[in-house]
């Protein structure tokens, strides 16, 4: 069956402009998650959907991203005036009984 | 707050051998769950084990393996018979708020060498 996949694969933007960020889940999965990774580092929470509903918005480094969700589906994670901080690669898992399976990441690097 | 420490930034093993990584974490839940994942060059996220704390058991998966010390906190990945492509970066991760964001430790890197 078909895994998670996000879109684009890879995005380069200059700084101040906005980018959107795709991510598709696993069929039925009603949990979705978006995490950042760094250069070298491990995995930074974002945000977690259930269903379209966003109850845990902690991670979000600065009112610069959002996040949504529609029709308990795909989801677009939004940054607004984009930093050279915010490159990274961008992972999105949708989850099920406690397991989360990852997308491939669009990696942004801003410029 | 849960934590998850990875002491090792980078392991090496040559083919056929034993290798063990380290994970150690902190959490003041009585249940959560403990997971290793692979993450190659392709940055694609592969889950290799799960531990449920409730259980006593060592999870084990074809050549992967844990340890699980629940009262020292710790959580190991043993990997048998190394191959080629295992080298990859190893992460340790947590969840105790059932359903909600996993906590990864900074990762290991594995070198597997012929």
């Known amino acids: 069956g078909a895994g998670v996949s996000q879109s684009p694969s890879n995005k380069v933007t200059e700084k101040g402009k906005d980018v959107e960020l795709r991510c598709d889940p696993i069929s039925g999965h009603t949990a979705l998650y978006w995490y950042r990774q760094s250069l070298g580092q491990g995995l930074e929470f974002l945000i977690y959907f259930q269903g379209n509903s966003a109850p845990d918005k902690s991670g979000l480094p600065s009112d610069r991203f959002s996040a949504e969700r529609t029709g308990g589906s795909v989801s677009t994670l939004t940054i607004q005036r984009t930093q050279q901080e915010d490159s990274a690669v961008y992972l999105c898992?949708?989850?099920?009984?406690?397991?989360?399976?990852f997308g491939p990441g669009t990696r942004l690097t801003v410029l | 707050a849960q934590t998850v420490t990875q002491s090792q930034p980078e392991m090496s093993v040559q083919e056929a051998e034993t290798v063990t990584l380290s994970c150690t974490y902190d959490?003041?839940?009585?249940?959560?769950?403990l997971f290793w994942y692979k993450q190659p060059p392709s940055r694609q996220m592969i889950l290799v084990i799960r531990q449920e704390a409730y259980k006593q058991q060592n999870a084990t998966e074809n050549r992967f393996s844990v340890n699980f010390q629940k009262a020292a906190k710790s959580f190991s990945l043993k990997i048998s018979d190394s191959q080629l492509g295992d080298a990859a970066m190893y992460f340790c991760?947590?969840?105790?708020?059932?359903?909600?964001?996993?906590?990864f430790g900074k990762g290991t890197s594995l070198l597997v060498t012929p």
């Open positions: 991760a947590l969840d105790s708020n059932s359903g909600y964001a996993l906590n």
């Open positions: 959490t003041s839940e009585s249940d959560y769950y």
């Open positions: 898992a949708s989850g099920v009984d406690n397991e989360q399976f």
